[in-house]
């Protein structure tokens, strides 16, 4: 996807790899062909705050059937009016943090991703947020919202790989809020996964510690 606006130097090079990215080069969970799976879509956000590089993220409503207080990119599951991944996300977006579509500007997308615990193929649509604004998390949507530097999800001190019950083991972050001292955000699954992929294809990425393991927190 091509845009009118400019893009951030930083930024550049993750729009200049996107199109050659593969669902291989993303993940290891392939979905059974036998079924039809749900399309649903994520928007991953980058924006800058004081000139900071970040990327918004939410924080599910323990209350949910599937995905209960995960941390996550705005997004979900496609209605039947909605025009394809992008207008999805938007839309998600939209609905979740008040996140006005006109402020950002899609710059591409990522395969389809297999959500093995909800049953969805979800596409990550990556998007420029040019002209930011005050967000509200939506209390039936999500309970917090955040603006998560991207500095802080390449500090090698900040990363983990992390250990489910089920058997799964997949890097995970584990962030401080950036403005409420209170709260911290435990990101991992398939929104760690992409973040993590993200930062390699964007060239932020650092080495770490993979040998760090832990349990999933309850």
């Not at 992008?86 to 959500?115: H, I, K, M, Y």
């Not at 993200?198 to 999933?216: I, K, N």
Request: aromatic fraction near 10%; charged fraction near 20%.
């Amino acid at each position: 996807m091509t845009s009118e606006l400019t893009l951030p130097g930083w930024l550049q090079p993750l729009a200049d790899a996107a199109p050659g990215i593969t669902t291989a080069q993303l993940t290891d969970f392939v979905p059974p062909p036998e079924r039809v799976w749900r399309p649903s879509a994520v928007l991953a956000c980058f924006g800058e705050t004081d000139g900071e590089a970040d990327i918004i993220l939410v924080q599910r409503p323990s209350t949910m059937r599937n995905h209960a207080g995960q941390v996550a990119f705005p997004g979900g599951a496609t209605d039947p009016e909605d025009d394809g991944p992008v207008a999805t996300a938007l839309r998600e977006a939209n609905e979740e943090v008040d996140l006005d579509p006109a402020s950002v500007t899609v710059f591409g997308q990522l395969p389809g991703l297999w959500l093995r615990a909800s049953g969805f193929i979800a596409v990550p649509v990556l998007a420029w947020w040019h002209t930011p604004h005050a967000l509200v998390a939506e209390e039936a949507e999500c309970e917090a919202v955040a603006r998560m530097p991207l500095r802080a999800l390449v500090d090698p001190a900040n990363r983990w790989m992390v250990r489910h019950e089920s058997g799964y083991q997949g890097p995970a972050f584990d962030l401080a809020d950036p403005l409420d001292p209170d709260r911290r955000w435990f990101v991992w699954g398939f929104t760690a996964n992409v973040i993590s992929q993200l930062l390699v294809f964007g060239g932020w990425a650092q080495e770490w510690d993979q040998s760090r393991s832990r349990p999933l927190p309850v």
